[in-house]
């Protein structure tokens, strides 16, 4: 039906959009950048406003209010990111994620400019 296509889509767009968040968190820096920091709030506060599903970017606009991102290491990033989906996790009635695991379930990609310049031969790419 509509209703479970709308419903398979919501539900694909917050996966791809969590790994994409999680992903970011695990390779934030341990001493990012003011750029750096800047960027992370406002890639959430963009999510805020047009996450392309208008209920969840209000749910997550009232989250994100009460407990704004914090952005002062990768640790505390991943941190926070970790709690705000638990609270979008609550709300819709799924598993409460164990924080302490978040650096075990999001890897690092290890594809970061400094890995690549410090590993790879100058010639690749
Ligand atoms: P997801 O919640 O998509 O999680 C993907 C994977 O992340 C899980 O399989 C697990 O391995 C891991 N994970 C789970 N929790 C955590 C955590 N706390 N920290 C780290 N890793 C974790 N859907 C709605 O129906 N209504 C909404 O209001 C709504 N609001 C959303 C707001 C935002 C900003 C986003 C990104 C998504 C929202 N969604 C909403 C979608 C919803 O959160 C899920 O993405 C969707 O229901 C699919 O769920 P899932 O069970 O596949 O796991």
Redesign the pocket.
């Known amino acids: 039906s509509a209703a479970q296509a709308a419903?398979n889509a919501?539900?694909?767009?917050?996966?791809?959009?969590?790994?994409l968040?999680?992903m970011l968190a695990a390779q934030f820096p341990d001493r990012p950048s003011r750029q750096q920091q800047r960027d992370a709030r406002t890639l959430v506060d963009c999510?805020?406003r047009i996450?392309p599903?208008g209920?969840?970017?209000?749910?997550?606009a009232e989250?994100v209010r009460r407990d704004p991102p914090t952005v002062n290491s990768g640790r505390e990033f991943?941190r926070w990111?970790?709690?705000?989906?638990?609270r979008?996790?609550a709300?819709?009635g799924?598993?409460?994620?164990n924080?302490d695991?978040?650096e075990a379930?999001?890897a690092p990609l290890g594809c970061s400019a400094e890995e690549a310049a410090a590993g790879e031969p100058a010639a690749v790419g």
């Open positions: 419903a919501k539900a694909e767009v917050g996966r791809a959009t969590w790994t968040l999680h999510l805020t996450y599903c209920d969840c970017a209000q749910h997550f989250i991943r990111l970790c709690g705000v989906h638990n979008v996790n709300r819709l799924k598993p409460v994620f924080c695991l978040v379930r999001w």
